[in-house]
Structure formats: C-alpha cells, structure tokens
C-alpha cells in the first residue's frame, strides 16, 4: 500500500519557511507552498530555495482575504503574485489555493485564464488554531489516506508536527 500523501503549506512566506524546508529535506519529502504575494518581498531566496529543493510553489493570493468579491481582479492580483513567483523561482506556478478555501465557479474560472488550477484538500488538522505539537500529529495521521492532500499551515508547532508526520513513514509528494 502506499503511504504517499501531499503535505502542503498556506499563508507563507514566513519564520518557519526555512524551517519546514529543513525538516521535509532530512525526510527527502516534497511539499507544494500556497505563497501571499504581499508576503514575498525579502524572501525571494527562501522560495528559490524550496524550488531547487523540488518543491511546488505555488498561490494563495495577493492577500489573505476572500477572493470571491471580485473574481477578476483577485485573479489579476493572483497573476501577480505568479509573476514574483516565477521570477524567484524560474517556473510560473500551476496552482491556486483560495484562502479559506473560499470558492466559486466565477473565481476558479477567472483563475484558469491566467494558467492557475485552483486545488482544495482532503485533510484540515485545524493547526491555524495552535492546539500543539502532538494534536496536530494526532489530527492529522487520524484522517490521512494515501493520495490525501493535507491543509497545513507555516506555524511553529506545524514544523514539529511535519517531522512527527514524516517519521511516522507517510510520505510527502507535491499537489499532482
């Protein structure tokens, strides 16, 4: 059976992107980064980092807000965000996570012209809330299958829960 699963992280770049990017290369783990463009400036070699590392870099928007109000002009923001992306990285991202989640059939559409598939996930361990280490471990393993995405985010007792995750034999894949 396989233990392959998508571990991916929201609401970077921030403290802990290095951090992850250390605990996913001791286990070999890849993992795709829903990147805030306002985020961005000053930690364009942290990304290139995770790119050369394998990782998949992808949206989260310009901001962290819903983007179901306009769905163009996020879009455009998105595009945005894309293109500081590609130029820390040297690819244009594929994906887009909207924040929260929050969708429609308007602003998926209004992302695909601008090349981004949007993507959701199947495993929310809620570590937002800041429950610690091993509840989000715990959250977590509780509801993985193989070929799960995980909804993570760049939070310091996420690290340690990653390396938890990982050292329990699930393997980490980007977004496919």
Same mark, same amino acid.
Not at 49 to 60: P, Q
Not at 67 to 94: K, V
Not at 128 to 156: K, N, S, Y
């Given at each position: 059976?396989?233990?392959?699963?998508?571990?991916? !992280?929201? &609401?970077?770049?921030?403290?802990?992107?290095?951090?992850?990017?250390?605990?996913?290369?001791?286990?070999?783990?890849? /993992? %795709?980064? !829903?990147?805030?463009?306002?985020? +961005?400036?000053?930690?364009?070699?942290?990304? $290139?980092?995770?790119?050369?590392?394998?990782?998949? +870099?992808?949206?989260?928007?310009?901001?962290?807000? &819903?983007?179901?109000?306009?769905?163009?002009?996020? $879009?455009?923001?998105?595009?945005? %965000? $894309? #293109?500081?992306?590609?130029? $820390?990285?040297? /690819?244009?991202?594929?994906? !887009?996570?909207?924040?929260?989640?929050?969708?429609?059939?308007?602003?998926?559409?209004?992302?695909?012209?601008?090349?981004?598939? %949007?993507?959701?996930?199947?495993?929310?361990?809620?570590?937002?809330? #800041?429950?610690?280490?091993?509840?989000?471990?715990?959250?977590?393993?509780?509801?993985?299958?193989?070929?799960? +995405?995980?909804?993570?985010?760049?939070?310091?007792?996420?690290?340690?829960?990653? #390396?938890? +995750?990982?050292?329990?034999?699930?393997?980490?894949?980007?977004?496919?």
């Amino acid at each position: 059976m396989s233990t392959e699963v998508a571990l991916t !992280f929201d &609401d970077g770049p921030g403290e802990v992107t290095g951090a992850l990017l250390d605990v996913l290369g001791r286990h070999g783990a890849r /993992a %795709t980064f !829903f990147c805030v463009g306002e985020l +961005i400036a000053g930690r364009e070699g942290e990304l $290139a980092r995770a790119a050369r590392e394998g990782h998949e +870099i992808a949206v989260h928007g310009w901001t962290h807000e &819903d983007h179901r109000d306009d769905p163009e002009a996020r $879009a455009a923001a998105a595009a945005r %965000t $894309a #293109d500081l992306l590609e130029a $820390a990285c040297g /690819a244009r991202p594929r994906l !887009f996570r909207p924040p929260y989640g929050y969708t429609s059939p308007q602003l998926e559409a209004a992302m695909a012209r601008r090349g981004l598939r %949007t993507v959701l996930w199947d495993v929310d361990p809620r570590d937002w809330e #800041d429950p610690g280490v091993q509840a989000v471990h715990e959250r977590t393993v509780a509801e993985l299958a193989p070929g799960a +995405i995980v909804l993570l985010h760049e939070r310091p007792d996420t690290v340690a829960a990653v #390396d938890l +995750i990982l050292g329990a034999g699930w393997r980490s894949v980007t977004v496919r």
